[in-house]
């Protein structure tokens, strides 16, 4: 069956720890996003790629990183500049690039982190 | 951007018919309208979207007002399964490439059995 996977989906970070959050899909996607989910909130995009060897900022970029060497991967790192970390984290994928309004997202079961 | 406004909270009976309103008074006239939902402890998933015509698929229906300034999602018999937060997004057919998506804070259905 095809479709987004993230692992794991509980990580916990000891303080001034970097975590990276797996994000894979086997639907041919171009584009690729990361939001993050806190209690009761709306979804809020941490960073997105349209292509491989690309990507750009969302709205809460600062604390975190990520890279896409591999059309199917798409993987997050929280780092220690990340003041705040726990929350729900998204990955999401839509198939159309360029199509705009068009596109449906995809999204992964996500990932909760947690600090200790 | 434009923005919608949705009911915190809405709660049916199950295998009832359930309304979810949306309205998007700025909307522009080549904003579509999209509807998401989240079920528990998991991403969200696509129901429907339109833009000017009612449309329907397998889950839902979506029945868009005349002057477009509004919108409902209609499940025509709730199960308990479809207790989830449903969320109504915009989306502009002339952004080209990758527009941002905002998920707002959504509605949340309870179903009662």
């Known amino acids: 069956d095809g479709g987004i996977t993230q692992s794991p989906k509980y990580l916990f970070r000891k303080e001034g720890q970097n975590v990276t959050l797996s994000c894979e899909q086997n639907l041919n996607h171009d584009a690729m996003y990361w939001y993050r989910q806190d209690p009761g909130q709306g979804l809020r995009l941490i960073y997105y790629s349209q292509i491989v060897n690309d990507f750009q900022k969302g709205d809460i970029a600062e604390g975190y990183s990520v890279s896409r060497e591999k059309k199917e991967s798409f993987p997050l790192t929280v780092t220690s500049a990340q003041k705040n970390p726990t929350a729900f984290y998204l990955c999401a994928s839509s198939p159309q690039l360029g199509q705009g309004a068009r596109e449906t997202q995809y999204f992964g079961p996500g990932t909760r982190l947690l600090v200790l | 951007d434009a923005k919608t406004t949705q009911p915190n909270s809405m709660e049916s009976n199950e295998e009832e018919p359930v309304h979810l309103p949306c309205n998007h008074s700025t909307i522009s006239g080549t904003d579509y309208i999209h509807w998401y939902r989240q079920l528990p402890s998991q991403g969200p998933e696509y129901v429907i979207h339109?833009?000017?015509s009612n449309v329907n698929n397998r889950m839902a229906s979506l029945a868009i007002a005349e002057d477009r300034k509004s919108s409902t999602l209609i499940l025509h018999r709730a199960t308990l399964r479809d207790a989830a937060v449903y969320y109504c997004i915009l989306r502009d057919l002339n952004s080209g490439g990758y527009q941002k998506v905002t998920f707002g804070i959504g509605t949340k259905l309870q179903v009662i059995p």
């Open positions: 339109g833009l000017t």
